[in-house]
């Protein structure tokens, strides 16, 4: 069965500093793909960045990048430069079939708390 | 990048009351579209997936007869609670899936969510 582990409930980090956000999974198909999403206290769930499990390269967004390291089952968030509009929930996710498939449920994590301090 | 809207962002009713929500993406269409429910502090939990056109398809343990989903158009969905008790009281948020215009990668874009409160 898949599953997403996110082992950090809650993080702080000091604004301009890069931090990490731990994400694991588990899957057996060999074809699935990850999201990150970030979860202000409004509540709207806000894409950040996709992960291919056939992308060679590390997937970049802008101040978001992602640690793909598949040997390990493991998709990191790293956050460049904090700032302080970045506190917020961050939640891993995954799908099976990276281009999609008969579900394309996506199954979530239960998230890591990060606040930024000034 | 894709926009999904979702309304009303708050509702507050009587208990025995039904309750509408709405889910539009409003720049691509999206043949399928999820709904979740999320309880404070935790994670989301889907509760069913909307297919435009056929019937929904619930996750085990979801009532479909409380909780009644139509997808009439490519850009509309909507979760219906009906006779809610105040253990209907939640966060429920949508999600389109851009599956449907070139380039796309499956990603789910999502609602700002509905905050339920049954008195």
């Known amino acids: 069965a898949q599953k997403i582990t996110q082992t950090q409930p809650g993080m702080f980090v000091q604004e301009k500093e890069a931090v990490t956000l731990d994400c694991t999974y588990d899957t057996s198909d060999p074809s699935y793909g990850l999201f990150w999403y970030k979860q202000p206290s409004s509540g709207e769930m806000i894409f950040l960045i996709y992960?291919?499990?056939?992308?060679?390269q590390n997937a970049t967004e802008g101040r978001y990048s992602l640690n793909f390291q598949k040997a390990r089952k493991s998709a990191n968030l790293v956050i460049s430069a904090s700032q302080l509009g970045d506190s917020a929930m961050y939640f891993c996710a995954m799908r099976e079939s990276p281009y999609g498939g008969a579900t394309n449920k996506l199954i979530f994590g239960t998230g890591t708390l990060l606040a930024v301090q000034p | 990048g894709a926009v999904v809207s979702q309304h009303p962002s708050r509702v507050i009713c009587k208990s025995g009351t039904s309750v509408k929500i709405e889910c539009r993406s409003l720049d691509f269409q999206a043949t399928t579209m999820f709904w979740y429910r999320q309880f404070p502090k935790q994670s989301l939990m889907l509760m069913a997936t909307?297919?435009?056109?056929?019937?929904?398809?619930?996750e085990q343990g979801v009532e479909k007869d409380k909780f009644l989903i139509n997808h009439a158009s490519l850009t509309l969905s909507t979760l219906t609670v009906t006779s809610a008790h105040p253990e209907d009281s939640s966060f429920y948020i949508c999600s389109a899936r851009d599956n449907d215009f070139p380039g796309a990668k499956n990603i789910q874009y999502f609602g700002a969510g509905t905050r339920l409160s049954v008195l």
């Open positions: 909307s297919n435009e056109g056929s019937k929904a398809t619930y």
């Open positions: 992960q291919g499990s056939y992308d060679q």
